[in-house]
């Protein structure tokens, strides 16, 4: 694809692709969509998806584990109020995907036909990834010599690094959708990823440090020095800040939350309970809230699936449905929730983009795609400089998340001590503890300075895992229970 492409031809690249190979056109789709009509049924759609992915990974100065694989094959799914049925199959045919529609439309037991479905070719406005080149095509060996440079220079940086692990994982997966209210849709998802983690040592102590870096765009990005080795060196001073971290005090406390991937815990805490699913069976704690403040003034919170060469952004959902800009939370007031097409219809609101499924192997469900606080006023140093006492939380590593009462428990994986408004020393340990409602009315300060993360997000919801981004400025929240280990 030329980077000039626009999002239709990549659409249209995709249709030829499913037609040449596997003799998927616009009339066996209509042929197939009235096959699971054959019962009155609301709505029907049949997802194709050819995906190849590579992997290659290195421990120990070699190349350990590399491997290809390729999923491929058709989901089928009938809707009839709010029941649906699906059905799937590893071989894309029309044949395949006819008995899948057959099995899918079972959910209904009224009598009766459907019209006729007619398709119509859908584009965006424009291709968020174009590509010269897949990833997938460029040779192992290229990647393999990354990986050793990688060795390399991550072990030339400190004498206390004693163990490099880095892969590389590129991804080329084609997409066609067509569905009963007559869209038909494709789409070309390149993704590719860079991890670095680093084991550094100190006598008996021993750390690890990571870094990773991904999204939407060629591999001639990852293997650019300037990003690998900012990565490496990365990796490696996270790796020697946790030798040196003290154990984290306990107790309520004023904590600054770092730009960039800290934005994981509004994804986890607040985004979540605003997908339409848990809204819709009145689930999450922000169900029935629309027009309420259930955030501080100056805090809004978006979902924007059209930001370029973005791990979470996509040109079509799994649904058809362009990607959107969606704000959720506008000045501390709910405005809106993300839906698939199934929740919209039943809620009467109409689809934002975030119809996504993990695989063919999945019906699609509301997920997010890049969520991230806008930035505010506040310079970032006066934001720290007003914390007499507290504590700086620059990444998290994991984190549980009780959608319905919005419960979270998160750990950091780099903290600092505020001590008289300047950064402290290094804290392991620290772990935050709140309610995600609430903790949006506890923000006291917004930074001007919102960085997005990084491209490592994977998103896991009823076993699916789809890529997703977070972002967030420098953010102070006033009275968050911290938990620790001093003592």
């Known amino acids: 694809m030329s980077s000039a492409q626009t999002a239709e031809g990549a659409s249209q690249e995709a249709l030829s692709f499913f037609r040449k190979r596997f003799g998927v056109d616009e009339s066996s789709l209509e042929a197939t969509l009235g096959t699971a009509l054959e019962r009155r049924v609301d709505y029907a759609d049949v997802y194709f998806e050819y995906t190849t992915q590579d992997s290659v990974s290195l421990e120990e100065g070699i190349v350990k584990n590399g491997s290809r694989h390729l999923d491929q094959g058709v989901g089928v799914r009938a809707q009839s109020g709010e029941r649906q049925g699906y059905a799937h199959s590893d071989e894309i045919s029309i044949d395949s995907a ?17 019209s006729p479905v007619a398709l119509q070719g859908q584009g965006g406005p424009k291709d968020l990834y174009p590509l ?77 440090g990571y870094e990773g870096m991904g999204g939407r765009y060629s591999l001639d990005r990852l293997m650019d020095p300037e990003n690998w080795q900012r990565l490496a060196r990365e990796a490696v001073r996270v790796a020697k800040l946790n030798l040196d971290s003290v154990p984290c005090p306990a107790g309520s406390m004023n904590v600054v939350l770092g730009p960039g991937w800290p934005g994981i815990l509004l994804h986890e805490a607040i985004g979540h309970g605003l997908e339409g699913d848990f809204n819709r069976k009145k689930t999450s704690a922000f169900s029935d809230r629309l027009g309420e403040r259930v955030a501080a003034e100056g805090v809004t919170v978006v979902d924007d699936g059209t930001l370029p060469e973005r791990r979470g952004s996509i040109n079509i959902d799994d649904e058809g449905t362009p990607s959107q800009h969606n704000v959720l939370i506008e000045n501390g007031v709910l405005v809106g929730y993300l839906h698939d097409r199934l929740n919209a219809g ?50 998290f590593g994991g984190g549980q998340v009780d959608i319905t009462s919005g419960k979270f428990v998160f750990s950091a994986s780099e903290a600092y001590l505020i001590e008289d408004g300047k950064i402290g020393a290094p804290v392991k340990g620290a772990t935050l503890i709140g309610n995600g409602p609430d903790v949006l009315t506890r923000v006291n300060r917004i930074g001007n300075d ?18 997703v981004g977070v972002g967030l400025p420098t953010i102070r929240i006033d009275d968050l229970t911290v938990g620790g280990t001093e003592g």
């Open 98 to 114: 006819r008995l899948a529609a057959g099995t899918a439309r079972a959910i209904s037991d009224q009598g009766g036909t459907n």
């Open 132 to 208: 010269e080149q897949s990833p997938t095509d460029v040779p192992i060996e290229t990647k393999v010599a990354l990986l050793d440079e990688i060795d390399r220079y991550a072990r030339g940086l400190d004498p206390c690094v004693k163990q490099v692990m880095a892969s590389v994982i590129t991804q080329h997966k084609q997409i066609l959708v067509a569905s009963s209210d007559g869209t038909l849709a494709a789409d070309i998802q390149p993704l590719v990823r860079l991890n670095v983690q680093v084991i550094a040592a100190d006598g008996n102590k021993r750390e690890i």
């Open 346 to 395: 039943l809620m009467g609101a109409a689809p934002t983009g975030n119809g996504r499924r993990e695989s063919y192997a999945h019906m699609p469900l509301p997920r997010m795609t890049n969520t991230f606080m806008l930035p505010g006023q506040d310079d970032p140093g006066d934001i720290l400089r007003s914390v007499d006492r507290g504590l700086y939380a620059v990444s």
């Open 450 to 467: 919102l960085e997005l993360d990084r491209g490592v997000g994977t998103c896991g919801k009823d076993g699916q895992g789809v890529p």
